[in-house]
T-cell receptor
Framework: QQQVKQSPQSLIVQKGGISIINCAYE??????FPWYQQFPGKGPALLIA?????SEKKEGRFTISFNKSAKQFSLHIMDSQPGDSATYFC????????????FGEGTQLTVNP | KAGVTQTPRYLIKTRGQQVTLSCSPI?????VSWYQQTPGQGLQFLFE???????NKGNFPGRFSGRQFSNSRSEMNVSTLELGDSALYLC????????????FGDGTRLSIL
């Protein structure tokens, strides 16, 4: 019940296109859903996060869509750029249970110029 | 403001040895969590410390331990190293356990020969 399933495993997009990564969770106690971006040799960096009281959150070119009833959330990267090429992780946690993040398996995004 | 600092960045050990990794959180952050990242298992939660107390522990053997000091700095220790312990060990900090987000350091790359 602690799992977070992420898809696709890898994604290739043309410059200027939209990248979409999906995640699904099982634990209904999860109430905080961040997305992290990781470049080789670096730690994960927080991109954007959402809580279940809203269905969508946008920050620049990055948007999280959240469907509480389906227990799914997704990351949309608009106008994808070669510099966005990285590994993206979704995660989930229950804030009342401390800082334990449960991560998805990761998506390797390649944006071709 | 300095980010999360992990030392050392790289370590090479042999089976049976023990190792200590260090993490300095962002100034003012009092919660520190540790994660293990491997290609096969992805990002997995090890443990969380707040106010020098372990609040949460992941599903790892007792060979993995940690502690937190009064200045919020944290260390993790792995004893009797096994080949499978080769991984990137990441530390993340947040203001408090329920006050997200968590910010990650760049990790310590541990290789076991």
């Amino acid at each position: 019940q602690q799992q977070v399933k992420q898809s696709p495993q890898s994604l290739i997009v043309q410059k200027g296109g939209i990248s979409i990564i999906n995640c699904a969770y099982e634990n209904t106690a999860f109430d905080y859903f961040p997305w992290y971006q990781q470049f080789p040799g670096k730690g994960p960096a927080l991109l954007i996060a959402i809580r279940p009281d809203v269905s969508e959150k946008k920050e620049g070119r990055f948007t999280i869509s959240f469907n509480k009833s389906a227990k799914q959330f997704s990351l949309h990267i608009m106008d994808s750029q070669p510099g966005d090429s990285a590994t993206y992780f979704c995660a989930a946690m229950s804030e009342t249970s401390g800082s334990r993040l449960t991560f998805g398996e990761g998506t390797q995004l390649t944006v071709n110029p | 403001k300095a980010g999360v600092t992990q030392t050392p960045r790289y370590l090479i050990k042999t089976r049976g040895q023990q190792v200590t990794l260090s993490c300095s959180p962002i100034s003012g952050h009092r919660s520190v969590s540790w994660y293990q990242q491997t290609p096969g298992q992805g990002l997995q939660f090890l443990f969380e410390y707040f106010s020098e107390t372990q609040r949460n522990k992941g599903n790892f053997p007792g060979r993995f331990s940690g502690r937190q000091f009064s200045n919020s700095r944290s260390e993790m220790n792995v004893s009797t190293l096994e080949l499978g312990d080769s991984a990137l060990y990441l530390c993340a900090s947040s203001l408090t356990p329920s006050n997200q987000p968590q910010h990650f350091g760049d990790g310590t790359r541990l290789s076991i020969l």
